[in-house]
């Protein structure tokens, strides 16, 4: 995705997100429960009307705690549809607290959302795709390279002669 390397740098919402989370390790489920649906919410709509609506869709999603999100019911369906701070998609606010309940399980199992992830490491991203869609709802292909990309799990995120390339490299030598 070099194209995000010339088009990110200096722009208010693509260079913060370019030089300080594409493609840097995330650990935490809450962290990673929000980065997969933000690739969700981003299906068919550009990235940058994603990043406008972070905050306001982290305010509607609970800071995206999973446990959270999986005990939502019709009141707060009806909530986020409502709320014209987020991308009011029903489809994808269903797979949101589908997904919720599915990480949950994931803990459960594993531990953690991290962990989950970390078994099944490393993977080619066809297999990454048939993994993540027997396991999770509205995770095609571009959803799922996406977000392998975002969290460092599949190469791509940075062309190699980018400077946050660079400095990831250098903090997987230390």
Not at 34 to 40: A, D, N, P, Y
Not at 61 to 89: C, H, K, M, Q, S
Not at 104 to 125: C, D, E, I, M, T
Request: glycine share 10%; proline share 5%; aromatic share 12%.
């Amino acid at each position: 995705m070099s194209w995000y390397c010339d088009i990110a740098p200096g722009h208010p919402f693509h260079g913060p997100y370019h030089d300080h989370e594409y493609g840097f390790p995330l650990s935490g489920d809450a962290a990673l429960f929000e980065r997969l649906c933000l690739e969700i919410f981003q299906a068919g709509l550009s990235w940058l009307i994603v990043l406008k609506k972070r905050d306001s869709l982290k305010l509607a999603f609970e800071g995206f705690d999973p446990v959270t999100v999986a005990a939502y019911g019709e009141a707060d369906l009806a909530r986020l549809l409502a709320d014209a701070g987020i991308i009011r998609n029903r489809r994808k606010i269903l797979a949101v607290i589908d997904n919720a309940g599915r990480v949950n399980r994931l803990v459960g199992q594993y531990g953690s959302f991290a962990g989950w992830l970390a078994a099944h490491h490393p993977r080619s991203k066809e297999a990454w795709v048939k993994l993540f869609k027997q396991t999770f709802v509205f995770t095609g292909g571009e959803v799922v390279n996406e977000f392998l990309m975002s969290i460092g799990y599949l190469p791509g995120a940075h062309r190699p002669d980018c400077p946050v390339a660079q400095r990831l490299a250098e903090r997987q030598l230390l």
